[in-house]
């Protein structure tokens, strides 16, 4: 086991196209959840020792929601019963203007390594359209305090394909973000899920969406201007200078194993798929009972863990090693999926290159129609 995710469901405000696992914060058993957080951590640590992690992840929800108090005695406890590699990434998700110096000071002192920001936008009107609570000079201030107070790896989310959005307005948004100098972007196209206020606004036609070709021509605007500040695309939405790569989702896309805890999170242990649930009376009252508040376990099969192999390690860049899948399996990747590969490669979506297996600059476009190849009948 190398990584832990650990969840935060609570928000100040919920942004229209989240479906995450939330809450608002207001009025929530938020001391409750924390203290029953941290005995899950204890059981399942003492259920299974492991070596020293490499990469804990700490998402939401909106972790930095958290009062001082409450984040410094999650801080304190993280360090305390979980099995983490002082070495290894520590990563703390948070928003601009919602995450003062005071908060920031006790994320550093703790040893958090990473912060990941969701920006989203730098552009005001289309940040209310979302939903988002920052606006542009929350951005500046909150990162130049972040860096003020010591942190360098810093991590930035941009969405594109908003509601009315257009190419000028996300390469505004792109050239004001790489002005900043990161050394790690991520950057998803808009998505709408079910449960959420955009797709109740999309049923009752409300919503207005730029065209698929103009989402298009975002995300190769996107990878041009990435690669021109020097920014390695290494997954099919997230960009680094080399040596910054998010070890914590290489872990999920190099399909290895890791802890989850938290209300709504998903595991991955010793081969098994565990999913938590959600309702936060649900999850507290099962650890007030001793009990861990797994919702769903799946054991998977050795043909489910080849195509998690393929359709997860096909996002990054380099893509599936065919050693590794054979050292891995005991069989050949070309025997497996020999209809597949020969059908992406012939529509020039797949290459091979290196001993790797990979999307070529147009697969990337249509990831999800290969990764859907992948999967065995």
């Not at 108090?69 to 406890?77: D, G, S, Y």
């Not at 059908?343 to 999800?368: A, H, Q, S, V």
Request: overall charge negative.
């Amino acid at each position: 086991m190398k990584a832990a995710y650990i969840h935060v469901p609570f928000c100040e405000h919920i942004c229209y196209y989240c479906d995450f696992n939330k809450f608002l914060l207001k009025g929530q058993p938020v001391d409750e959840y924390i203290e029953m957080l941290l005995e899950e951590m204890r059981i399942k640590t003492a259920e299974a020792p492991c070596e020293k992690l490499s990469t804990v992840f700490v998402g939401g929800g909106t972790p930095t929601a958290l009062n001082e108090r409450q984040l410094e005695k999650l801080l304190a406890a993280i360090r305390t019963i979980l099995p983490y590699d002082g070495d290894g990434e520590f990563t703390f998700e948070a928003n601009p203007g919602e995450t003062s110096e005071e908060k920031l000071r006790l994320l550093h002192d703790y040893g958090v390594n990473r912060l990941s920001f969701g920006v989203q936008s730098f552009n005001d009107r289309l940040l209310e359209k979302i939903g988002r609570t920052h606006r542009r000079e929350d951005v500046y201030r909150t990162i130049s305090h972040a860096r003020k107070i010591g942190f360098s790896n810093i991590s930035m989310d941009l969405m594109f394909a908003l509601p009315g959005q257009t190419l000028e307005d996300f390469r505004e948004t792109l050239d004001e973000a790489l002005s900043m100098g990161l050394p790690h972007y991520s950057s998803y196209s808009l998505i709408i899920e079910p449960k959420t206020i955009f797709y109740n606004l999309l049923r009752k036609g409300k919503l207005r969406l730029p065209s698929q070709d103009a989402e298009a021509d975002m995300y190769s605007m996107l990878m041009d201007e990435m690669e021109k500040h020097g920014l390695k695309q290494y997954e099919i939405s997230n960009f680094a200078t080399p040596g910054y790569e998010s070890r914590h989702n290489l872990v999920y896309w190099n399909n290895e194993e890791y802890f989850g805890f938290g209300a709504g999170a998903h595991g991955y242990e010793k081969g098994v798929r565990l999913s938590n649930y959600g309702a936060l009376k649900k999850y507290i009252g099962m650890l007030r009972d001793g009990c861990l508040p797994v919702m769903e376990t799946h054991t998977e099969t050795k043909k489910e863990k080849m195509e998690e192999e393929m359709f997860l390690g096909l996002r990054k860049n380099e893509g599936v090693r065919f050693r590794h899948f054979r050292e891995k399996f005991g069989v050949d990747m070309k025997e497996v999926f020999a209809g597949a590969i020969k059908e992406m490669t012939e529509r020039g979506l797949l290459e091979e290159k290196g001993g790797f297996l990979r999307l070529t600059r147009e697969g990337r476009f249509l990831g999800n129609e290969v990764f859907e190849a992948f999967l065995l009948s």
